[in-house]
């Protein structure tokens, strides 16, 4: 069974820093595209950031290039994302999410989410 466990988010002041966690299990890691996707109150999901593989491209969102980082540790099967300067129009749920065969967004799998608030 393919799981993905969000954890790291929280509330922090405008300019502060978060670091996202997703532990991926019940599958290949090493066959996945991992990201993260976020859902502000009211409004649609968006692609935030993802990596093809652990040594492919990674890819940002306009809106957080410069001030995002994904990453991975495959020892570990973990995805990470580091904000930093975060905005207050950064607070927003935020999930992991897998796909198949190295390919970004349209994600397969799903974690629960993790709530990041961005206080001005």
């Known amino acids: 069974e393919v799981q993905l466990v969000e954890s790291g988010g929280g509330l922090v002041q405008a300019g502060g820093s978060l670091r996202l966690t997703c532990a991926a299990s019940?599958?290949?890691?090493?066959?996945?595209?991992i990201g993260w996707v976020r859902q502000a109150p009211g409004k649609g999901r968006e692609d935030v950031s993802c990596?093809?593989?652990?040594?492919?491209?990674?890819y940002y969102t306009d809106s957080v290039k410069g001030r995002f980082t994904i990453s991975s540790d495959n020892a570990k099967n973990t995805v990470y994302l580091q904000m930093n300067s975060l905005k207050p129009e950064d607070t927003a749920v935020y999930y992991c999410?897998?796909?198949?065969?190295?390919?970004?967004?349209?994600?397969?799998?799903w974690g629960q989410g993790t709530q990041v608030t961005v206080s001005s």
């Open positions: 999410a897998a796909r198949s065969m190295h390919r970004c967004w349209n994600y397969d799998y």
């Open positions: 019940g599958f290949t890691f090493g066959d996945y595209a």
């Open positions: 990596m093809s593989s652990s040594d492919g491209p990674t």
